[in-house]
């Protein structure tokens, strides 16, 4: 065995001692200076005996300690010596609980090795265990380790003891970035806490920088900031600095954005202004910021929403009777309102109500140039450029300046340049030519001021754009009649019952008509005759017999017998008996008709091929209808039709159908749902008939 495994001299001494009085700290303290110079594992053993003997022993626990720190500085965080230093530090903690320096020790260790969880556990265990003059060495150290999860905890303590501006320091500089409280408040909460403080102990937080606290808290809201405000105010009053918290007003209502914030700050420094103004006796003052109210809200509003046309009118409105201000509110309006973005009112309305305020001042050059500006304004919609070309030339026109309105409406209805190189492709001057109210305006002023030639002139353009309405082609239908060109004008009335369809055509058929019949009475009979023709089979007859399909598919099957009736009928009034055809085949071949009622339609059907002397289509549909059962009533039509047209070959096919389907025992057939009910027959003849 090694020399050094047995103790020498000197140690013997030392065992004899703590043997014989092992209470005697003063010994064992001998014995571990003595093994200073020896490795840390001979005097681990003697540290845990001493320590077993005096758990209570600061003295030892500490060099213990500092020991086995000084033994795992060098190694990494990984190694199992660090849990066996903590294993140590928690039994330390059994009896050295109220010593602050141990759990320094330990604090600091668990930070070093990064153990965040049990490093929060174990700031929580000393601020509990130790009394509260020693907290101010554990928060050093907890601050600087972690200076925002328990910003809170030490902001109340220093709330507590009245540390005013301690506590609106360290929450001020908390609240300075991103954080979260442990305790589940909000940041606005604790702003709120913050500016308590601020303002209740204005004097006491004297030295830091209030104003620039407070309007930091502001930047980061943009709701409910009116307490910010009033709250800043208030700090200015109590420092006695009356016209800086008035100026804070003022400027909090103009920089809010909702009315609530706004609604909160009038009503706060109303009643500060009343206050102020009883003390001076000035009721001038009050009723000048009861006057100043509804402009201060208007500008809330176009703070949220500056495109907002509806409340720039009401600006305006607000400054009835000073024109100055209504000209420069209006200008500050056109200028910032992006007509894309445009809501409740259209954005020409407000250059239209510039030049028409120039107007009534006799500024008609000012006037010009804002409708000038507006023509060059790529609107959302078309119409809004064609409002804006129309009260231009009505402005002309109230001014006598009728050469100009119709130069001007001539260059407004002309088509665009392709190569114009301040037209976008996507605006909507290329579609102003189109627009119906110019032209509908452009027609109206050459009537009124223009000559006929101009104005049929734009009549035509309207047609041939096809943007013309019933309504245009009846005025123009009148300005011809009116000038004696009847039959130029009933050209006109023609191409609209052309263009349009049922309902809207109608009123052109009327009038075109009526004034046919006026002009020309009996001397163009058949002419007439065929005009009133063409209206019975206009667009009112095809859509009545798209009813009729109609009322087909929607009908009860029951029903449906009874509807197809009235549906040839209608049909072979209006079109022909032939063009009855498609109906009944529909009728033959629908699921939703019952097998006797088809059975009846094919008799009609068959009857109707005979009346037009179709007399191979009738037999072949009976030859169909044969396949049902309860067929008596056809093989009686059937053989009165070979009686009367038929020869031997046509009599003996039919006897010999009749004989397949009932003489050798067969039952008849069910109609069949699942397709053409002619397909079941060899021969169709519905196919038979497209092919004759």
């Known amino acids: 065995m090694a020399r050094t495994m047995y103790p020498s001299s000197e140690d013997l001494i030392h065992e004899k001692l703590v043997k014989r009085n092992p209470n005697c700290l003063q010994s064992w303290w001998s014995y571990l200076i003595s093994k200073s110079h020896s490795p840390f594992n001979e005097r681990l053993a003697i540290y845990e005996r001493a320590l077993k003997a005096h758990p209570d022993s600061y003295m030892l626990w500490e060099a213990y300690l500092g020991e086995r720190l000084d033994l795992v500085k060098d190694l990494d965080f990984t190694y199992p010596q660090y849990e066996t230093l903590n294993d140590a530090f928690e039994r330390s903690l059994v009896t050295m609980h109220q010593m602050p320096t141990i759990w320094l020790m330990y604090l600091e260790n668990l930070t070093a090795q990064k153990l965040i969880t049990r490093t929060h556990e174990t700031f929580d265990r000393a601020f509990s265990a130790l009394h509260v003059t020693q907290h101010g060495r554990i928060w050093e150290v907890c601050l600087e380790y972690d200076p925002v999860s328990h910003a809170e905890d030490f902001v109340e303590i220093l709330l507590k003891y009245g540390r005013w501006k301690e506590a609106a320091e360290n929450l001020a500089t908390v609240l300075s970035g991103e954080f979260q409280s442990r305790k589940g408040k909000s940041v606005y909460s604790l702003w709120m806490d913050l500016l308590d403080v601020l303002v209740h102990h204005a004097d006491e937080v004297s030295g830091l920088d209030v104003d620039g606290i407070i309007r930091k808290g502001i930047g980061k809201f943009m709701y409910e900031v009116s307490v910010f405000w009033t709250s800043l105010a208030d700090y200015y009053m109590r420092k006695d600095m009356v016209e800086k918290a008035r100026d804070v007003y003022e400027e909090g209502m103009v920089k809010v954005v909702t009315m609530r914030d706004f609604n909160v700050i009038f009503d706060v420094y109303s009643r500060f202004d009343v206050a102020k103004r009883m003390e001076l006796d000035d009721d001038e003052e009050e009723e000048e910021l009861m006057k100043r109210r509804p402009v201060l809200a208007n500008s809330v509003l176009l703070r949220q929403n500056p495109h907002n046309v509806e409340q720039w009118h009401h600006r305006v409105k607000l400054f009835e009777g000073d024109a100055e201000k209504q000209i420069l509110t209006y200008t500050e309006a056109v200028s910032t309102v992006d007509p894309m973005k445009a809501v409740g009112e259209s954005p020409h309305t407000l250059f239209v109500a510039l030049a028409k305020l120039y107007e009534s001042h006799n500024e008609l050059v000012d006037a010009r140039a804002v409708l000038e500006k507006a023509v060059q304004v790529n609107y959302k919609d078309v119409d809004h450029m064609a409002c804006v070309w129309c009260e231009w030339a009505e402005m002309e026109v109230r001014h006598e300046n009728f050469k100009g309105a119709l130069e001007m409406m001539r260059s407004a ?280």
């Open 413 to 692: 209805t002309a088509a665009p340049w392709p190569e114009a190189p301040w037209i976008e492709p996507e605006q909507v001057h290329m579609e102003l030519y189109k627009s119906l109210r110019l032209w509908s305006f452009y027609v109206d002023l050459e009537k009124s001021v223009g000559t006929l030639e101009a104005t049929r002139d734009a009549y035509e353009r309207i047609l041939e754009l096809r943007i013309a309405t019933p309504l245009i082609i009846l005025n123009y239908g009148k300005l011809l009649e009116e000038n004696d060109y009847f039959e130029e004008a009933f050209k006109v009335y023609e191409r609209g019952v052309n263009m349009f369809k049922y309902p809207q055509v109608k009123d052109i058929w009327v009038t075109y008509l009526t004034r046919f019949v006026e002009i020309y009475g009996k001397t163009k009979v058949e002419r007439a005759r065929e005009l009133f023709d063409n209206v019975v089979l206009s667009d009112e007859t095809k859509r009545a017999m798209e009813i009729y399909k109609e009322a087909m598919r929607k009908v009860a099957d029951e029903k449906k017998l009874e509807m197809y009736e009235m549906y040839i009928v209608r049909a072979a009034e209006l079109f022909g008996v032939k063009e009855t055809r498609e109906i009944f085949k529909e009728a033959v071949e629908s699921s939703g008709v019952s097998e006797d009622d088809v059975t009846m339609m094919c008799i009609m059907f068959a009857e109707m091929e005979r009346s037009v002397g179709e007399i191979d289509r009738a037999r072949g549909i009976y030859r169909y209808a044969s396949q049902f059962e309860d067929s008596q009533v056809v093989w009686e039509k059937w053989h009165e039709l070979e009686t009367e047209h038929s020869n031997e070959d046509t009599y003996r096919d039919m006897l010999s159908v009749k004989q397949t389907v009932s003489g050798s025992g067969l039952r008849p057939v069910k109609k069949s749902r699942s397709g053409s009910p002619f397909e079941t027959l060899p021969t169709s003849p519905v196919k038979k008939m497209r092919t004759m």
